[in-house]
């Protein structure tokens, strides 16, 4: 089962321009992760925010995170065309005693930087 | 090695026969775990590895899906009586379980292309 949900499923936006994708998730977490996909390839981690911070900046990227609301944004400034790619978000939690760390992926956001 | 490494990069294989998908994660890392992606989906968790152990097998659909790591490095995720719904893309992915206060970052594999006909 996934238990994120990105939203929007797509954004095309012009180069230069601000990209925003946000995540809702439905249980507790111990922190939520971002990655990127190019088409064809392997997961890249984006960046990391745990469950007691509210806000993170690596970069060009922001993420936000509402545990309250079960809710996390990422920002990409200054889109570039090479940030065309699919994010995806990841909760992690723990189980089996605290020992299992599992991180469950959402459906993703695919992203269209046009030049 | 540097990264992660997964063979064969794409497999076709008729339905009914088996397949092994194997799986070299990085050296060191503990934890390894494989996912499954169909298209315009994101990664579905499998199983998971923690040393030679699956320590969480849950995402397994059914009983023709089985993985090992004998030695705690190297793993293979074998399907066997392949249909054609188990066509995607398998992901395996490590991570050195405990660093940074167990927030973990999975580093995954290119993947490999598993059609089914």
């Known amino acids: 089962s996934q238990q994120g949900e990105e939203d929007p499923q797509a954004l095309s936006i012009q180069e230069g321009e601000n990209a925003t994708m946000n995540c809702s998730y439905k249980t507790s977490i111990n922190n939520l992760q971002w990655y990127r996909q190019n088409s064809g390839r392997g997961l890249v981690h984006l960046i990391l925010?745990?469950?007691?911070?509210r806000e993170k900046h690596s970069g060009r990227l922001r993420v936000t995170l509402d545990t309250s609301k079960k809710s996390s944004s990422l920002l990409i400034t200054a889109s570039r065309a090479a940030d065309t790619a699919s994010y995806f978000c990841a909760t992690a939690t723990y189980g089996g005693g605290g020992s299992n760390y599992k991180l469950t992926f959402g459906k993703g956001t695919l992203l269209t930087v046009n030049p | 090695g540097a990264g992660v490494s997964q063979t064969p990069s794409n497999k076709v294989t008729e339905k009914g026969k088996y397949v092994e998908l194997r799986c070299d994660p990085i050296s060191g890392h503990t934890a390894l775990y494989w996912y499954r992606q169909s298209l315009g989906q994101g990664p579905e968790f499998l199983i998971y590895f923690q040393g030679t152990g699956a320590a969480d097998d849950s995402g397994l659909p059914n009983d023709r899906f089985f993985a090992v790591r004998p030695e705690g490095s190297v793993s293979t995720l074998k399907i066997q009586r392949t249909e054609r719904g188990d066509s995607a893309v398998y992901l395996c992915?490590?991570?050195?379980?405990?660093?940074?206060?167990?927030?973990?970052?999975?580093?995954f594999g290119a993947g490999s292309r598993l059609t089914v006909l």
């Open positions: 925010i745990r469950s007691n911070e």
């Open positions: 992915a490590s991570s050195l379980k405990g660093a940074v206060s167990g927030a973990n970052v999975l580093t």
